[in-house]
């Protein structure tokens, strides 16, 4: 049997349905056999090689086939690969929980593991509801959502989450929820501070809650970047208001931190930054350093209590998924927070993070860049049909698309969202990487905005 990029993409498109893609896409846009990967590079099956420079959709943290996640993972295939997590433990579900909950914000003090994003953002949506009927408040049955946020795919997920590519085709089936703007500083005025913007674009929310708070189980956000809404961002004083409303008016907090958390804002989760714990903390993606698929949602000891109580008053949490807090996920998570505990990960991506701002700030001045921004290891650039007046260029046009190509082409994964071209590489990048990886976008964005000009 044949195993070369032609082959394998022909058995491929035979039979498989690709996430998030127009199939008929494939026709014309190269699709990738991979067959290795090492750090943060991927090779195919004919031997070319790609920087992965969004960090295969934003799980890898520490490289693919790391050496100390992949030694921890062998290990414990010997000795246990699953078991219900019902009536059931093991060490490595106890030891992870114990961790997690000594480096996570103050406060969290309870683990409830699912399988994916979207799952532990159903588990918190549910779990506030409950916890509400539980308390004799049936009344707040409402969510509120920020404009652009984006918290997966599952119809829970959907429903509260706002980018409309997403959502709209399914809003029949969605939940009601209330949206307030995003206080997202892309749309800051000229001179404004990010944090003044920010603060400006908090009133929308405090009106919401001092209007609804009685119906209201929850607010939902990504902590300083909407990463699906075209990685825009804000200050962290949004979330510092946003906590204290939430108290004041008694309604949860729900930080949704499955891709910006474990280091990528530039602190180990991205609500240190605003010194906030909130009520319920969902994580994902860099949990397994980007090996398998784990999620967690860590509450508080108040919520938990709400739900402990004789079978017969029907107040458990009747949730589950059958590969909760699988073993071998739990062991890649382990072995993610050692690299973190034994090495000056935060220190190392500090450094980073300021290389590659240099790297690509030739690009504040091109006419077709709107903006380029950035948290920690998360850089956007995006770019636009007037960087005076930031007009966006029409999105059927797939600006996008033509910095993919080139990345393709010259050996990095680049995969922008709309005409927003990001950087969020594994950690263990070196800096002729992220020279490489800021010429061949630069390059890209050039050949896109030629376009505009049609040549």
Same mark, same amino acid.
């Given at each position: 049997?044949?195993?070369?990029?032609?082959?394998? %993409?022909?058995?491929?498109?035979?039979?498989?349905?690709?996430?998030?893609?127009?199939?008929?896409?494939?026709?014309?846009?190269?699709?990738?056999?991979?067959?290795?990967?090492?750090?943060?590079?991927?090779?195919?099956?004919?031997?070319?090689?790609?920087?992965?420079?969004?960090?295969?959709?934003?799980?890898?943290?520490?490289?693919?086939?790391?050496?100390?996640?992949?030694?921890?993972?062998?290990?414990?295939?010997?000795?246990?690969?699953?078991?219900?997590?019902?009536?059931?433990?093991?060490?490595?579900?106890?030891?992870?929980?114990?961790?997690?909950?000594?480096?996570?914000?103050?406060?969290?003090?309870?683990?409830?593991?699912?399988?994916?994003?979207?799952?532990?953002?159903?588990?918190?949506?549910?779990?506030?509801?409950?916890?509400?009927?539980?308390?004799?408040?049936?009344?707040?049955?409402?969510?509120?959502?920020?404009?652009?946020?984006?918290?997966?795919?599952?119809?829970?997920?959907?429903?509260?989450?706002?980018?409309?590519?997403?959502?709209?085709?399914?809003?029949?089936?969605?939940?009601?929820?209330?949206? %307030?703007?995003?206080?997202?500083?892309?749309?800051?005025? #000229?001179?404004?501070?990010?944090?003044?913007?920010?603060?400006?674009?908090?009133?929308?929310?405090? =009106?919401?809650?001092?209007?609804?708070?009685?119906?209201?189980?929850?607010?939902?956000?990504?902590?300083?970047?909407?990463?699906?809404?075209?990685?825009?961002?804000?200050?962290?004083?949004?979330?510092?208001?946003?906590?204290?409303?939430?108290?004041?008016?008694?309604?949860?907090?729900?930080?949704?931190?499955?891709? %910006?958390?474990?280091?990528?804002?530039?602190?180990?989760?991205?609500?240190?930054?605003?010194?906030?714990?909130?009520?319920?903390?969902?994580? #994902?993606?860099?949990?397994?350093?980007?090996?398998?698929?784990?999620?967690?949602?860590?509450?508080?000891?108040?919520?938990?209590?709400?739900?402990?109580?004789?079978?017969?008053?029907?107040?458990?949490?009747?949730?589950?998924?059958?590969?909760?807090?699988?073993?071998?996920?739990?062991?890649?998570?382990?072995?993610?927070?050692?690299?973190?505990?034994?090495?000056?990960?935060?220190?190392?991506?500090?450094?980073?993070? =300021?290389?590659?701002?240099?790297?690509?700030?030739?690009?504040?001045?091109?006419?077709?860049?709107?903006?380029?921004?950035?948290?920690?290891?998360?850089?956007?650039?995006?770019?636009?049909?007037?960087?005076?007046?930031?007009?966006?260029?029409?999105?059927?046009?797939?600006?996008?698309?033509?910095?993919?190509?080139?990345?393709?082409?010259?050996?990095?994964?680049?995969?922008?969202?709309?005409?927003?071209?990001?950087?969020?590489?594994?950690?263990?990048?070196?800096?002729?990487?992220?020279?490489?990886?800021?010429?061949?976008?630069?390059?890209?964005?050039?050949?896109?905005?030629?376009?505009?000009?049609?040549?």
């Amino acid at each position: 049997m044949r195993m070369d990029n032609k082959s394998l %993409v022909e058995r491929d498109l035979a039979v498989l349905w690709h996430p998030c893609s127009q199939m008929k896409d494939y026709e014309t846009l190269p699709m990738i056999p991979i067959r290795r990967g090492r750090g943060v590079w991927l090779e195919d099956f004919d031997g070319k090689r790609y920087l992965d420079a969004i960090s295969s959709w934003w799980v890898n943290l520490f490289g693919h086939s790391n050496p100390q996640i992949n030694e921890a993972i062998r290990a414990q295939l010997d000795e246990l690969e699953h078991v219900i997590l019902a009536g059931f433990t093991h060490q490595p579900v106890l030891q992870l929980s114990e961790q997690l909950v000594a480096v996570t914000p103050p406060g969290l003090a309870r683990c409830f593991y699912a399988d994916n994003g979207s799952s532990a953002v159903e588990v918190a949506v549910k779990m506030s509801f409950h916890y509400w009927r539980n308390q004799g408040q049936p009344e707040k049955t409402r969510f509120v959502t920020l404009g652009n946020s984006y918290h997966g795919e599952t119809l829970g997920a959907l429903a509260v989450g706002n980018v409309q590519l997403y959502k709209d085709i399914y809003s029949p089936l969605l939940m009601d929820t209330l949206t %307030v703007p995003s206080p997202d500083c892309f749309y800051r005025e #000229s001179g404004e501070s990010w944090e003044d913007y920010s603060r400006r674009q908090f009133e929308p929310m405090e =009106r919401c809650l001092r209007q609804q708070a009685a119906e209201i189980c929850a607010v939902i956000v990504e902590p300083l970047v909407q990463c699906a809404g075209n990685m825009r961002m804000y200050h962290p004083v949004y979330l510092s208001l946003l906590r204290e409303a939430c108290d004041r008016y008694q309604v949860h907090l729900i930080a949704d931190e499955i891709a %910006v958390g474990f280091g990528r804002t530039g602190t180990l989760f991205a609500c240190e930054q605003a010194d906030i714990s909130p009520d319920f903390l969902c994580l #994902s993606k860099g949990l397994t350093g980007g090996y398998l698929p784990l999620s967690v949602v860590l509450t508080t000891e108040q919520i938990y209590e709400a739900f402990y109580a004789d079978y017969e008053t029907l107040k458990a949490f009747l949730h589950s998924h059958s590969y909760t807090g699988n073993p071998l996920g739990c062991t890649a998570a382990l072995a993610t927070l050692e690299i973190f505990r034994s090495r000056d990960v935060l220190g190392r991506n500090a450094g980073l993070a =300021r290389y590659m701002a240099q790297a690509v700030a030739e690009l504040a001045d091109h006419p077709h860049v709107g903006e380029i921004r950035q948290h920690g290891m998360i850089l956007a650039i995006e770019m636009v049909r007037d960087r005076h007046s930031r007009e966006p260029f029409p999105w059927q046009e797939r600006r996008g698309l033509t910095v993919y190509r080139h990345g393709l082409e010259n050996g990095v994964l680049l995969r922008p969202l709309g005409n927003v071209v990001y950087f969020m590489p594994p950690y263990v990048i070196e800096e002729a990487e992220i020279d490489l990886l800021a010429r061949i976008a630069i390059e890209g964005i050039d050949r896109a905005s030629r376009l505009a000009a049609g040549d």
